[in-house]
């Protein structure tokens, strides 16, 4: 009898104990459910929040009304002192978002879109915030070097020697000057206007044993002259580039519509031959041009636009000569070739590129970054027209002096070990010419640039 006892015991306890973990088992089984759902929802309305934004971005390019309104000086601010906004509300596959655009100036505006997504008996719900603007006005307002994005988009000096000619220094943020740094900016003597300013929307800092050899002013948010018109300066955006849209002075469409392309290839101790009569390369047909000059040949780019389809790598020891502009929707980098420096052909590894201005476009723009790197002029390099980048403009141990005569513009400026010296001497003409706000000795600089530019992109939950 006992022994029946202790065994109904025991089995009673084994069935309770098989009873608890089959409930934990169904439990963190609902539990994986719901948190799976939870995230595939999550993840749903975050590109569902996406779309909205997008869509906003295309109505702002497209729509007329949006458009007319998200730069009109009448609405931005009213005589309220209210600025222009719109909404939009989609329901989209189960889902919906609604949109919101403020304008924060003419041209300026803040997007902020949030979606939801049911699940279960719940709903999933992400919120995105965007930053956008379209360049107004004056390009780079007599700034040899100019830095043009909004908030955190900075001039970085460091352990570099720097000469602005004629012209101003400009930084839509902040400008620092560190490690042993010389920065001189002067005047241009043949204008009424007073040059030779360092201008930062945010602050500038000198440390480390820099220093500034000239300067007529320095207007930001930490220091103002007499000189200063205010303090710190108006906010200036990057000027936006035409690179690729279907309008006849786009870039792209000049390039494809261009006479007499002609490209020559150089071989070293060869007799130079034309290789190519296209205007615009892909990225591997330009690739494919520079090896076959070969090391230490150069490439002549005679055309007026050169435009590439993708990344420009200038390495390997060739030299490219550019007569007009060289044009790519992707980045352009010269130098960075550690190879050749394991193979003890420090000499051959180095790249060089110059430009030369024809009356026309001339210099070197990029929809990406820009870069020049340790392996990038051994020879003092010598640029006319503007450098142009959409993001980042890099200098990074160049051994070489580098001229260059026109603007030196990106959205974000590095110059670091630039020991030998980087001078920019400013020529708004070719700044102009450059930036294809000038076509022919015909203006054809737009109010507002063709572009909607995204300065930040933020998921905010």
Not at 41 to 57: C, M, Q, R
Not at 303 to 331: K, P, Q, S, W
Request: charged content about 25%.
């Amino acid at each position: 009898m006992n022994e029946k006892g202790t065994v109904l015991i025991i089995s009673t306890i084994i069935v309770a104990v098989l009873m608890a973990i089959g409930a934990y088992l169904l439990s963190s089984t609902v539990v994986e459910t719901r948190i799976s759902t939870s995230m595939e929802g999550a993840e749903k309305a975050y590109y569902l929040a996406e779309s909205g934004i997008n869509e906003a971005v295309w109505k702002l390019e497209n729509d007329t009304e949006w458009n007319d309104n998200f730069i009109s000086s009448n609405l931005n601010p009213d005589g309220e002192g209210n600025y222009w906004s719109d909404s939009i509300t989609r329901s989209v596959g189960g889902g919906s978002y609604e949109v919101v655009v403020e304008n924060t100036a003419v041209g300026q505006a803040e997007i902020t879109a949030t979606a939801t997504v049911p699940f279960m008996e719940r709903e999933a719900k992400r919120e995105v915030e965007v930053a956008v603007f379209r360049s107004i006005d004056g390009p780079t307002e007599d700034a040899a070097i100019f830095s043009g994005g909004r908030g955190g988009e900075n001039i970085h000096i460091i352990n570099s020697q720097v000469t602005i000619n004629d012209g101003n220094l400009f930084s839509n943020h902040h400008i620092t000057l560190s490690l042993g740094s010389s920065l001189a900016v002067y005047d241009d003597p043949d204008t009424e206007e007073l040059e030779g300013k360092i201008l930062a929307t945010g602050f500038f800092s000198s440390s480390g044993g820099s220093e500034i050899i000239n300067y007529n002013a320095i207007c930001s948010r930490n220091e103002c002259y007499e000189e200063c018109e205010q303090c710190p300066p108006e906010d200036v955006s990057l000027p936006m580039v035409d690179f690729d849209s279907d309008e006849e002075d786009s870039f792209k469409s000049r390039a494809e519509g261009g006479s007499d392309c002609s490209i020559v290839c150089h071989p070293e101790g060869g007799s130079p031959y034309q290789c190519s009569d296209e205007c615009v390369l892909s990225s591997r047909e330009f690739d494919d041009l520079l090896w076959e000059v070969g090391e230490k040949g150069k490439l002549v780019l005679e055309n007026d636009i050169t435009y590439v389809t993708g990344h420009v790598n200038l390495r390997g020891g060739r030299h490219l000569e550019v007569n007009g502009a060289l044009v790519a929707d992707g980045n352009i980098t010269v130098g960075d070739n550690y190879s050749w420096i394991s193979k003890g052909r420090r000499d051959e590894g180095f790249s060089h590129v110059e430009t030369n201005y024809q009356d026309g476009p001339s210099g070197l723009l990029s929809k990406g970054k820009i870069s020049f790197g340790n392996y990038s002029f051994k020879e003092e390099g010598y640029i006319e027209g503007v450098v142009y980048a959409v993001n980042t403009v890099t200098m990074t141990g160049v051994p070489e002096k580098i001229n260059i005569k026109g603007g030196f513009i990106g959205r974000k400026m590095d110059i670091i070990s630039v020991t030998e010296g980087l001078e920019v001497t400013l020529d708004n003409e070719k700044i102009m010419y450059g930036l294809g706000y000038m076509i022919e000795g015909e203006s054809t600089y737009p109010e507002f640039s063709p572009v909607i530019q995204i300065d930040h992109w933020e998921e905010v939950y």
